[in-house]
């Protein structure tokens, strides 16, 4: 891919809460030998503070290359600049509302307009609930323009033993839609349900 052949994959962390679905992206990247680019809106600072112990830099760390969500010169900001696509996670109201409208004011939401304007696959792991009318409108108008809506909804199916494994699970299903097969996931048929354990496919 471009001049790496190394895989790409721009990681989107808004400040909706779970910033660890963002933070278990970066990790499943370097696992599988992806190149992650981060980039976190303002507020997502408010967030990690809130639901951890970790600092910017930490999950700055975590990624190969991080953005500054003020920098619109940035290598992701350029549909010439070759990647698997890009994740938001999570994905806040407000940031899946400004790409709706295609009004990008940061690097983050100008990295997701140019995935989809370059046909790539834009997965938003939208935090927000109940949705109201206004909601559920913008996410049918990202829809008609290419996004993949997946909200972090639990897989009860999986039996998680702890939230991190229900992350986990999220994070790998989001992770699929790039063809990138992520080891924690648990998969109906091979790991859970009638062929991977019949005790748990039963009515």
């Given at each position: 891919?471009?001049?790496?052949?190394?895989?790409?994959?721009?990681?989107?962390?808004?400040?909706?809460?779970?910033?660890a679905?963002?933070l278990?992206a970066l990790?499943?990247?370097?696992?599988?030998?992806?190149?992650?680019?981060l980039?976190?809106?303002?507020s997502?600072?408010l967030?990690?503070?809130q639901?951890?112990?970790?600092?910017?830099a930490?999950v700055?760390?975590?990624a190969d290359?991080?953005?500054?969500?003020?920098?619109v010169?940035a290598?992701i900001?350029?549909?010439?600049?070759?990647t698997?696509g890009?994740?938001v996670?999570?994905?806040?109201?407000r940031t899946?509302?400004?790409?709706?409208?295609?009004?990008t004011?940061?690097?983050l939401t100008?990295?997701?307009?140019v995935?989809?304007k370059?046909?790539?696959?834009l997965?938003?792991?939208?935090?927000?609930?109940?949705?109201?009318?206004?909601?559920?409108r913008?996410?049918?108008?990202?829809?008609?323009?290419?996004?993949?809506?997946?909200?972090?909804?639990?897989?009860f199916y999986a039996?998680?033993a702890?939230?991190?494994?229900?992350?986990?699970?999220?994070?790998g299903?989001?992770?699929d839609?790039?063809?990138?097969a992520w080891?924690p996931?648990k998969?109906w048929?091979e790991d859970v349900?009638?062929l991977?354990d019949?005790?748990?496919g039963?009515?």
């Amino acid at each position: 891919m471009g001049r790496t052949e190394r895989p790409r994959l721009v990681v989107g962390i808004s400040g909706a809460s779970g910033v660890a679905y963002g933070l278990r992206a970066l990790d499943a990247c370097r696992e599988l030998g992806v190149e992650s680019h981060l980039v976190m809106s303002r507020s997502s600072a408010l967030t990690l503070a809130q639901e951890t112990a970790l600092t910017v830099a930490d999950v700055q760390a975590r990624a190969d290359v991080a953005h500054k969500v003020g920098d619109v010169g940035a290598s992701i900001a350029s549909g010439s600049f070759q990647t698997l696509g890009m994740i938001v996670a999570p994905c806040s109201v407000r940031t899946m509302s400004e790409i709706a409208t295609g009004v990008t004011a940061s690097l983050l939401t100008r990295a997701a307009d140019v995935t989809l304007k370059e046909r790539r696959a834009l997965v938003l792991m939208v935090r927000e609930t109940p949705l109201h009318l206004g909601h559920l409108r913008t996410l049918v108008r990202l829809a008609e323009m290419g996004a993949v809506i997946a909200p972090p909804l639990p897989a009860f199916y999986a039996r998680p033993a702890s939230l991190e494994e229900m992350v986990d699970q999220s994070v790998g299903r989001a992770l699929d839609l790039f063809g990138l097969a992520w080891t924690p996931v648990k998969r109906w048929g091979e790991d859970v349900g009638p062929l991977g354990d019949p005790s748990k496919g039963e009515d």
